[in-house]
């Protein structure tokens, strides 16, 4: 398979970054956070909503997965959240463009199960989405369970940050409490949850690979890094007994689409694998109703 040839990509992990977003103080990263991950910049300040879509259209990316993320209990100083209702509006304007995940805030208690109820059957949101670092949570911690319960419930995987975390504001420094392995409890205790481990783990990604390997229902996604990056045991999972298990993401603004497109064409993914990887396994796992590529072949 040739660059050439389009599959129809879709990001499971982006974030909106508008001027507006910057506006509202809606951004938990600072400029420290974008010159380490050497945010190119043009995209600094934000990225309209229509020239993503270029940008999407130019990568060879089909849907995007627009996260209304929880950064943190609001009551914290330097936390930060964008709204589900900010996204359903996104949504509701380009719906064969986007799709939603709702960030979670397992603070909240019962109100959070209650909107996440509301952005799955009212905004049609495909999953959740959590960030176990910005609340010094693991990911096994018993607060955390009601919302896996409620997933399970309405029938969405969770994502979230597994491996490290860098330092996004240096006014607000975070635990890297995500080790892939605290997800081996998570599955057994509910073995029906579609759990995907974000951000490949790092720096323990041969950890995360064990734990899908371990787990039918754990699964593991390629964003934050560069796919150049992504470490050969990563790129041979992937390749091979993981094709199934993977999914493909840039968490952008942190990785241009165009650059990770082009970056996944350079490992030379055989052609079967990469196609689930760009795009079914996406299909599958989130039940969208984009068409799979591989049931052209069937």
Not at 97 to 105: K, P, T, W
Not at 117 to 128: L, Q
Not at 208 to 226: F, P, S
Not at 241 to 252: A, E, I, N, P, V
């Amino acid at each position: 398979m040739t660059s050439n040839d389009r599959i129809g990509a879709i990001d499971i992990v982006v974030n909106i970054r508008t001027p507006r977003e910057f506006e509202e103080g809606r951004i938990s990263s600072d400029s420290s956070f974008q010159e380490k991950v050497r945010q190119d910049g043009s995209i600094r300040q934000g990225v309209e909503i229509e020239d993503y879509i270029k940008l999407m259209d130019e990568a060879g990316i089909d849907r995007s997965f627009l996260i209304a993320v929880r950064c943190g209990d609001l009551n914290v100083k330097g936390s930060t959240e964008v709204t589900y209702e900010r996204i359903a509006e996104v949504l509701q304007k380009y719906p064969d463009r986007f799709s939603g995940l709702a960030g979670i805030d397992p603070t909240k208690g019962m109100t959070q199960l209650r909107e996440l109820e509301v952005a799955v059957n009212d905004y049609g949101f495909v999953g959740a989405h959590w960030y176990p670092h910005w609340f010094a949570m693991a990911p096994d911690e018993a607060q955390i369970y009601p919302t896996y319960a409620k997933c399970c419930e309405l029938d969405i995987p969770i994502m979230m940050q597994v491996g490290q975390n860098l330092i996004y504001s240096k006014d607000r420094r975070l635990p890297s409490v995500g080790r892939p392995i605290t997800l081996d409890q998570v599955a057994i205790d509910f073995p029906e949850l579609k759990i995907i481990g974000i951000h490949l783990g790092t720096p323990w990604a041969d950890e995360m690979i064990a734990m899908c390997w371990k787990h039918e229902n754990i699964y593991m996604a390629g964003d934050a890094y560069a796919p150049k990056y992504w470490p050969p045991a990563v790129v041979h999972y992937a390749n091979t007994y993981g094709q199934d298990k993977f999914l493909f993401g840039t968490d952008f603004p942190v990785v241009d689409p165009r650059r990770a497109i082009k970056e996944v064409d350079g490992h030379e993914f055989r052609d079967i694998p990469k196609k689930k990887i760009l795009r079914d396994n996406a299909i599958r796992i989130f039940k969208l109703p984009d068409s799979p590529v591989l049931a052209d072949e069937n």
